[in-house]
């Protein structure tokens, strides 16, 4: 069983930078792939930027586009999510997660960390 934990979340103006961190330990059977999804209160979850697990493909929400940029260190077994030009819609709780890539996107999560808060002011 996989272990997810984020960090780097925090409170910043809009134009801000910010960049997530997900330590991951064991594996789940099934998934080739990480996430980032968020969560806002009231609001759906949103599938917000996915990699293999080699890395070779990546996917983006319309919604991040040119600003969030995800990678991973698998030497050091770590997620990243870097996002810039942070916009107010952009608070939410950001979680990783383990999931399997269907199409070109990464889906059907199996695990998820905590969640790391995201505020952005404007």
């Known amino acids: 069983q996989v272990q997810l934990v984020e960090s780097g979340g925090g409170s910043v103006q809009a134009g801000g930078s910010l960049r997530l961190s997900c330590a991951v330990s064991?594996?789940?059977?099934?998934?080739?792939?990480m996430a980032w999804f968020r969560q806002a209160p009231g609001k759906e979850r949103e599938g917000v930027a996915g990699?293999?697990?080699?890395?070779?493909?990546?996917h983006y929400a319309d919604s991040v586009k040119g600003r969030f940029t995800i990678s991973r260190d698998n030497a050091k077994n770590t997620l990243f999510l870097q996002m810039n030009s942070l916009k107010p819609e952009d608070t939410a709780m950001y979680y990783c997660?383990?999931?399997?890539?269907?199409?070109?996107?990464?889906?059907?999560?199996?695990?998820w960390g905590q969640g790391t808060q995201v505020t952005v002011s404007s």
């Open positions: 990699i293999t697990t080699g890395g070779g493909r990546t």
């Open positions: 997660a383990t999931g399997r890539w269907v199409g070109s996107e990464c889906r059907n999560y199996r695990d």
């Open positions: 064991g594996y789940t059977v099934g998934t080739n792939c």
